[in-house]
């Protein structure tokens, strides 16, 4: 059934008279009169499983239709099977080895309509020149499916599929790779991926089916189309195929044929009416690639209409996001790389169309008898190279954004009938049989660097000390307009100083040159940076200049200067052993002194290691700064493999001496004391083994150690030895005072009524000071008070000397050691104040008894002090003489004194001693009160007295009781 696409009727009639046009439209601008045909399904199928060839043949054979036939194990086929029935075979995985003899066939009695091979492997099969692994007989238009299938013929002949009506599907994955011919048959539909290879030398002639490779093939002019009923031969009379190609959108045809044997026959696709591509076609062969004779004769009559196609021409369409890349390849052909009667090829905003042909004749090649040949190109750039560029390299000329072209009635004498949109592409610019390739690709690839390697003025550049260079790609179009596309798998060719460095571009399209040794290159020499890509276009070139940025190379000199004598820092190469540069001579080079004058002056007045620095510079201005050494040592030493300086120094004594002698080493090193290094010396190297008591020995002498003394330490590296004088300053130690209850460590009390306790305090003093000195000293400074109320008093020499809680032997010098002065005190027990004078005035005789206080001008008052630890006083008072008139008689007093204490209670005093008071809780200070209202000392008067003045004597007793 034909059908035609919806187009608008305008451009249907502009195509039939031949005449270009471009119209904005849906679809493609061209009228495709044939529809896909539509896959064949394998519904229901009843499942045989089979494991021996009998087996297999047999189900093969079988009348029974819609059968499916899986193989259990690998099988070889020995001779001819004839399917009946539909059916499909399951290879399930495994091989079918065919060897020369064994094939299948459909013969013109089988009933079978449908037929699919899946999924296994077949080798083999027979050799002659029209038979193959699968036959069909010519009278049966059947469907044949093929899908993940591979194939490889004998290497001495043989086909896979020869079914002249068929109408053939590949869907999956299908690779063939035949001596002859990959598939023969009426109509072709590709839904997968299809690989197809060709390798037997022969000649498969016009009519494509002879001798030699070629992948798709349809028996040639009338064959096939034309029945019997269309005026075609008798034996063509229940054939209908049409011999026409097509390939679905995401799928892949990839031919290749090898056959040199007929150029001109030795095809990709032979003899179509139709090629249909809405997916991708990649074909490629040593001859012609396309070649029909389907529209051989077109003179109107049905059978003269060969081709059976609505216009009677053979058409090739290239539809919109195809890939189209046909290329004959050999240089010796001359049929071009389309070889056709009338045929018509549109091509419509493909994704990729590349046409080549490297032979010698006409680009493409149409017989003059038919002059309906034409090319149709529609919404593409156009790119072209020359005949000699093979294709090779960028485009001669690029003509971008063409909306058509044409190029009408072209045949094996010329193509100048060109037509465009676009004014310049014309006759005399546009000449096919000139070029070796035509394609709407004119991208150009083009080389970035990285910008490392770019300078602020937008210069390329490549220091000469750089161990890579690398970059980005990109691809363009005519007008710098960059597309964004890595340049992937490409060439990248870098020329520097007469050597050639290769890299290939990564998948995103970078490219890198790695362990690059540029060290010789001069600043100044040009490189230059080219990319072939894939498709052998060449990115313009980049240049750069390489820049010194090596710095020369140089070791140092060991200088040695007498101490005050600046004349070997005078001169800088006194401090270079070596110096050289890959790209400067040392006579161009410059060398100087990174320090000053003054600074080298103060170097050399001052012994010890010292670093300088000199520049080395070369020609470009790298410089390499050489930290030497210099030694300055004192005037007339001659040092040779080692040296040390120091410093002398005081220490602590005690520091010293309870220092351990690794301890002691330390002290010798330390900036805080000695400052002291060593270097061992080996021609201009110099090594600081100060830390390395094996390479500079620090001898520490044994010796009984004391204080105001200075002594030497030998310090020696290899030969030379340095003597470090040390002297040991008398140390301080801790003295601490303390004054305590004799016998005890218990401190005695500086203020006895706040209970406030002497201080402990620690004073540091200086080993061998005289002691008493020290504490006298102390005490003019009112630093320490020696003696305090309600103790025995104590001197200066009294103390005693303790260490580590032990007493020691008494010395009159500051020890070696922290101490302590201990001072003992005894407690008192005493009246601090005695009530001397107790006075009751005047007291009136009464008749009755009377209680009389002391007198405003009498004592008042008593205070007690106890510092005795654990004791207690008793207060006694006694009147032994008792109370007696001072003149007159002497009469005795009729009364009594008494006694009120705070609780209430009234003692007596009398001849006898009376306790009054005792201590209460352990008070150092008592203070009793003998005058108050109601407390305190009282005169009882009885009745009975006479007048006159009394007085007696009281007698206080103070008692200590444990």
């Known amino acids: 059934m034909k059908k035609t696409w919806v187009i608008v009727f305008s451009l249907i009639l502009f195509w039939s008279l031949s005449y270009p046009s471009f119209v904005e439209a849906v679809g493609e601008p061209y009228t495709i009169d044939q529809a896909p045909l539509d896959v064949p399904t394998f519904d229901d199928y009843t499942v045989t499983k089979v494991s021996s060839l009998s087996e297999l043949s047999t189900a093969l054979n079988s009348s029974t239709s819609k059968v499916s036939i899986e193989l259990q194990n690998d099988m070889t086929i020995t001779s001819r099977i004839i399917i009946n029935g539909d059916k499909e075979l399951n290879l399930n995985g495994h091989t079918l080895n065919a060897g020369t003899n064994g094939y299948l066939l459909i013969d013109r009695t089988s009933t079978t309509n449908q037929f699919k091979l899946f999924n296994g492997k077949i080798i083999g099969g027979p050799t002659t020149q029209n038979s193959a692994f699968l036959n069909v007989s010519y009278q049966k238009n059947i469907n044949v499916v093929f899908e993940d299938i591979t194939y490889k013929s004998n ?40 690989t197809g290879n060709s390798f037997g030398y022969g000649n498969p002639n016009d009519y494509g089916r002879g001798t030699g490779g070629v992948n798709l093939t349809f028996d040639g002019y009338n064959n096939s189309y034309i029945n019997e009923t269309n005026g075609g031969p008798a034996s063509m009379s229940q054939s209908v195929g049409d011999r026409r190609i097509y390939i679905g959108k995401k799928s892949h045809v990839v031919l290749n044929n090898t056959n040199n044997g007929n150029l001109a026959f030795a095809n990709n696709i032979g003899n179509f009416s139709i090629i249909n591509v809405d997916g991708s076609l990649e074909a490629t062969s040593v001859g012609t690639s396309l070649r029909t004779t389907a529209s051989s004769v077109n003179i109107g009559t049905p059978y003269n209409n060969q081709a059976g196609t609505f216009n009677g021409q053979a058409n090739i369409y290239v539809n919109q996001g195809a890939t189209f890349k046909i290329a004959s390849t050999s240089e010796s052909g001359g049929a071009g790389t389309l070889y056709t009667y009338n045929t018509n090829l549109y091509v419509y905003k493909p994704d990729v169309l590349d046409m080549r042909y490297f032979g010698t004749g006409n680009f493409f090649y149409s017989y003059r008898n038919s002059p309906q040949s034409n090319l149709y190109l529609y919404d593409q750039s156009i790119g072209v190279w020359l005949k000699n560029d093979k294709g090779i390299g960028n485009p001669t000329r690029i003509w971008q954004n063409v909306d058509w072209m044409s190029l009408l009635k072209f045949d094996y004498h010329g193509a100048t009938n060109v037509s465009s949109s676009d004014p310049t592409l014309t006759p005399d610019t546009f000449k096919i049989n000139d070029y070796s390739r035509i394609s709407n690709n004119v991208e150009l690839p083009m080389l970035v660097l990285d910008p490392t390697f770019i300078n602020e003025s937008d210069q390329s550049f490549l220091n000469n000390g750089a161990t890579t260079f690398s970059g980005t790609t990109d691809y363009y179009l005519p007008g710098n307009v960059k597309l964004n596309k890595a340049a992937s798998n490409a060439t990248v060719t870098m020329k520097l100083n007469g050597k050639i460095y290769t890299t290939q571009t990564t998948d995103d399209g970078t490219w890198r040159f790695a362990d690059l040794d540029l060290s010789t290159v001069k600043g100044g020499t040009i490189g230059t940076v080219d990319l072939v890509d894939t498709d052998k276009r060449l990115a313009t070139q980049i240049k750069f200049t390489v820049k010194d940025t090596i710095p020369p190379k140089a070791t140092p000199k060991l200088i040695k200067a007498d101490l005050g004598n600046t004349t070997k820092l005078n001169n800088p190469l006194d401090g270079i052993s070596t110096y050289s540069d890959e790209t400067t001579t040392n006579d161009k080079m410059t060398v100087e002194f990174v320090n000053s004058d003054a600074e080298r002056t103060k170097m050399v007045n001052e012994l010890g290691v010292h670093d300088i620095g000199i520049n080395v510079i070369d020609e470009a201005g790298n410089k390499t700064l050489v930290s030497t050494k210099v030694i300055v040592h004192p005037k007339g030493e001659n040092i040779t493999d080692g040296y040390v300086f120091g410093k002398d120094y005081n220490i602590d004594y005690l520091t010293w001496v309870n220092a351990s002698d690794s ?296 008692e200590d009781s444990p």
């Open 663 to 958: 301890q002691k080493r330390e002290f010798v090193l330390s900036k805080d004391y000695g400052n002291t290094k060593g270097y061992a010396i080996s021609g201009n190297s110099i090594t600081d083994v100060s830390a390395d008591p094996s390479n500079m020995l620090i001898t520490i002498p044994s010796n009984n150690w004391e204080p105001n003394k200075t002594y030497d330490i030998p310090v020696k590296v290899n030969s030379y030895t340095k003597i470090i004088k040390v002297t040991l300053v008398p140390s301080t130690v801790k003295m601490t005072i303390k004054q305590v209850y004799k016998g005890t460590d218990t401190p005695i009390y500086s203020d006895l009524e706040t209970k406030s306790l002497v201080k402990n305090d620690a004073y540091e003093e200086t080993i061998g000071d005289n002691i008493e000195e020290v504490l006298n000293k102390l005490i003019s400074d009112k630093k320490i008070v020696l003696n305090y109320e309600g103790y025995n008093p104590v001197i200066v020499s009294d103390y005693k000397i303790y260490q580590h809680d032990k007493e020691m032997t008494k010395s009159d010098t500051v020890p070696n050691d922290d101490f302590s002065i201990i001072y003992e005190y005894e407690g008192q027990l005493k009246f601090k104040d005695i009530a001397e004078k107790l006075d009751f005035g005047s007291v009136t005789i009464s008749a009755e008894d009377t209680e009389t206080p002391l007198s405003d001008s009498s004592d008042k008052s008593l205070s007690i002090i106890n510092t005795i630890q654990e004791s207690t006083w008793k207060l006694k008072a006694s009147l032994p003489s008792g109370i007696t008139q001072v003149n007159g008689k002497k009469s005795p007093f009729i009364g009594n004194v008494i006694y009120k204490d705070i609780l209430g209670d009234t003692l007596r005093i009398g001849q006898s001693a009376t306790i009054i008071e005792t201590q209460k809780d352990n008070q150092l200070f008592s203070h009793i009160q003998l005058r108050n209202k109601d407390t305190g000392i009282f005169l009882k008067q009885e009745p009975g007295n006479l007048k006159g003045s009394y007085s007696g004597e009281l007698l206080w007793t103070l």
């Open 155 to 194: 290497d001495t002949g043989g086909n896979f599929f020869v079914g002249l009506a068929t109408n053939v599907f590949s869907l999956g994955t299908v690779t063939v790779e035949t001596y002859a011919q990959n598939i023969r048959a009426g109509n072709m539909t590709f839904l997968g991926d299809f």
